[in-house]
């Protein structure tokens, strides 16, 4: 069983477009976040949301909005994409400030 | 809010120990630490939290100086395996959705 299971792999697609990322997690994990790992393999907050708040980092464009329909599934929804989201995003989830996080494998997005 | 981490880039022999460093500017809650193979996704090793607490798991043992707000990844006897990006986490005293912020990373190779 995949604890924290993302789709799609891989995503390429072309500039302007919109797109989303499916994350889903089986843990029992109160709290999911999106991450952005760039090509120089820089790890950056853009999201965390439990049922009671959603913290968005303010560098994050609102282009990017998370959408979550329940306690288990935080969906990452992308607008008019462009080249610099090419990136590596990573969905996680934690239980509580004593957690750990664990990573789902990962969605490579590719815009051209 | 990034910490900074050094080495950058390790290189060791198998058997060998190397010390990675995180440090932040500002007051710390807990540290993570987290180890990222090529192409797959960060797996968590160890959380420390504020009391300056040191915790290890075979022979990979971390400490965390919460005045200093600096944290120390030792890795003792390497083997093969150790290789990887390590990463470490931190985050602040405000309650709430944890956010991680997360170093430069450290890549360690380990040859034989």
């Known amino acids: 069983d995949t604890a924290v299971s993302q789709t799609p792999k891989y995503l390429v697609t072309q500039m302007g477009n919109d797109k989303s990322i499916k994350c889903e997690q089986n843990l029992g994990h109160d709290t999911m976040y999106w991450y952005k790992q760039d090509s120089k393999k820089f790890l950056k907050i853009m999201f965390s949301?439990?049922?009671?708040?959603?913290?968005i980092n303010e560098t994050v464009p609102n282009r990017f909005s998370p959408k979550s329909p329940d306690k288990a599934h935080l969906n990452l929804h992308i607008n008019s994409l462009e080249l610099g989201d090419s990136a590596v995003y990573f969905c996680?989830?934690?239980?509580?400030?004593?957690?750990?996080?664990?990573f789902g494998s990962g969605t490579r997005l590719t815009v051209v | 809010q990034q910490p900074v981490q050094s080495p950058q880039a390790v290189i060791l022999r198998e058997g060998e120990d190397a010390v990675i460093n995180c440090s932040s500017s500002k007051a710390l809650y807990s540290v993570h630490w987290y180890r990222q193979k090529h192409g797959e996704a960060p797996v968590f090793l160890m959380i420390?939290?504020?009391?300056?607490e040191q915790k290890g798991h075979d022979k990979i043992s971390a400490s965390f100086n919460e005045k200093k707000q600096q944290s120390s990844l030792d890795l003792t006897a390497s083997q093969l395996s150790y290789s990887g990006t390590y990463f470490c986490g931190t985050e602040g005293p405000l309650t709430g959705a944890n956010n991680l912020f997360f170093g430069t990373g450290t890549r360690l190779t380990v040859i034989p």
């Open positions: 420390l939290l504020k009391g300056g």
């Open positions: 996680a989830s934690s239980q509580g400030r004593r957690g750990g996080y664990t």
């Open positions: 949301y439990n049922n009671k708040e959603l913290i």
